[in-house]
């Protein structure tokens, strides 16, 4: 990924379990080979594996800070050439100006997050962020049923709301395997 001086938007999204934040710290690292300055942030709200880290499911970590809101990142990026968000769906609206302003400030940016939620709907800041990025790369899991390529976070325990944090709570699906339901699971065992 070319590094535009005059700043640009990357955004890494797809389902539960497709590598995002093992590709977002791959990203990473390869800017601080090329001695780029890098801070990172995540919502507070992402506590799964400790505040301070982005952290892969194979439990790669890069450190981190978390961020109660989108001022927070404003103020403490300053000075640096990178700034990288993990689980950039649970920030709220203001991040899609805030993502726009740091580029437009020379400053490369790349988040990452879920593009759809458990109800295959847009979420959060996702889809504002995915149309305006200059860069955009979806990863694919692979579904649990059949194998094909994953674009859906299917939730196991049938709750209704949009935030439940935790990936023992998802597996990832096809499309089709997503819309046949528990079923789907029980032909598997
Ligand atoms: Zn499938």
Redesign the pocket.
């Known amino acids: 990924m070319p590094h535009n001086p005059r700043g640009q938007v990357e955004v890494i999204c797809g389902c539960m379990f497709s590598g995002k934040s093992e590709e977002l710290i791959r990203r990473l690292r390869r800017a601080e080979i090329a001695r780029m300055t890098v801070r990172v942030f995540k919502p507070a709200i992402d506590d799964r594996y400790g505040a301070k880290a982005v952290v892969s499911h194979l439990r790669d970590e890069f450190p981190c800070t978390p961020v109660e809101n989108a001022r927070q990142i404003v103020d403490l990026c300053g000075g640096c050439d990178l700034v990288g968000i993990d689980e950039v769906q649970f920030m709220g609206p203001e991040i899609v100006k805030v993502v726009d302003d740091l580029a437009r400030r020379g400053k490369r940016v790349i988040v990452a997050g879920l593009d759809l939620d458990a109800f295959e709907e847009p979420f959060g800041p996702m889809a504002e962020l995915l149309v305006r990025a200059d860069y955009v790369t979806k990863l694919h899991a692979v579904?649990v049923?059949?194998g094909?390529d994953?674009t859906r976070s299917y939730r196991k325990s049938g709750t209704t709301g949009q935030v439940e944090v935790g990936s023992d709570q998802y597996e990832a699906?096809?499309r089709?395997?997503y819309h046949h339901g528990p079923e789907a699971a029980v032909a598997v065992a």
Do not use: H, N, T
Request: proline share 0%.
């Open positions: 579904c049923v059949c094909e994953a699906r096809c089709g395997c």
